[in-house]
């Protein structure tokens, strides 16, 4: 097998493609022959050793892939070799073969190509959990998705339009915005251009926006809280700007709003029945065409450096996909 190899976490630089020994699953584990693996936000931060999770070095980076199973270990009866699945294990994705924990593969149906398994999991489960789960978003309601034209924002504007809203779409870009429209947002901000706040105001009448998703943070978020409608939700999903906002608790005792934390990862390890279920039903509205990943481009697996600088650019639409 072949791998992009993190020896040193110092950036994408030190990353290197070697050969190294196929390895053999061990009880619990499949080894997987990845066909696609998604590029996510925390991908470039773990290679710069700034990311929460630290893996023990050396490391395969790689969080998202999908592929074939070739080899099931010990105690592994619900999966098989020659199934397709999809899994988030956090590293591992960049390379030929992996090992992966067996809890952690998701079964795929017929019809689902790995492209776009590669580039479901995270997305979908995060704005899934953020907006069913969190929010409790209900039809009807409005939602601003900031940093829409993102992997994140894209899923949450097609979940949000599943459950009913309205959704406003806020990007960096007319190129971004029109992506969101193409995907079912009512509205778009340009936040480059236009005047978030007066747009928001002008848009919802005066009343604001019910549910805002912000996997952005910087400096939006306090306008966008500003903005926010009474006993409004503030999904705080992540800090794709950097700086980690401080909003002034104020404004939500003025609002009756909430701020509400969105922590995927945790949910799943948690509550694994109630992540099993939310996973079974995206998979199904999958299958009905209610959502579909946005990809940006495929590119091959040796061009991962590449496709790294395109991330770092901030000119990803939707989700990168790295192919086999």
């Known amino acids: 097998m072949h791998a992009w190899l993190c020896e040193n976490p110092v950036g994408v630089e030190a990353l290197t493609w070697k050969e190294l020994p196929t390895p053999s699953p061990q009880a619990g584990q499949v080894l997987i022959r990845i066909e696609a693996a998604s590029l996510n936000f925390p991908d470039l931060l773990i290679v710069q050793n700034k990311y929460q999770m630290k893996p023990d070095l050396p490391f395969v980076p790689g969080s998202e892939y999908a592929g074939v199973i070739e080899a099931v270990g010990e105690g592994v009866t619900h999966l098989k070799v020659g199934q397709s699945v999809a899994c988030l294990s956090g590293t591992g994705g960049f390379g030929t073969h992996t090992l992966a924990p067996a809890k952690l593969c998701m079964p795929l149906p017929a019809g689902f190509p790995a492209v776009d398994a590669a580039a479901f ?22 939602v601003l998705v900031l940093g829409a034209a993102g992997g994140v924002g ?4 097609q979940i949000a339009k599943a459950a009913g809203a309205r959704v406003i779409a806020a990007a960096s870009t007319d190129e971004k915005c029109a992506l969101c429209k193409s995907l079912g947002a009512d509205e778009t901000i340009n936040y480059t251009t236009q005047n978030m706040r007066e747009v928001l105001k002008t848009l919802t009448e005066g009343k604001g926006p019910d549910v805002i998703y912000d996997p952005v943070g910087g400096d939006f978020a306090e306008p966008a809280f500003r903005s ?39 949910f799943a390890r948690r509550e694994p029945q109630a992540n099993a279920a939310m996973m079974a039903e995206l998979a199904q509205w999958y299958a009905q065409g209610k959502v579909k990943p946005a990809i940006d481009r495929t590119m091959p697996m040796s061009d991962l450096k590449a496709a790294y600088a395109h991330m770092g650019s901030r000119g990803v639409m939707g989700k990168l996909v790295m192919v086999n």
């Open 121 to 142: 999991i995270m997305i979908y489960a995060t704005s899934h959990h953020a907006l069913i789960d969190r929010a409790a978003l209900k039809a009807g309601e409005t």
């Open 154 to 157: 894209t899923a949450a504007i």
């Open 228 to 266: 926010i409608a009474w006993r409004g939700r503030y999904l705080v999903v992540g800090f794709a700007a950097g700086p980690i906002p401080a909003v002034p608790f104020n404004l939500a005792l003025l609002k009756g709003a909430s701020i509400v934390g969105v922590f995927w990862g945790d």
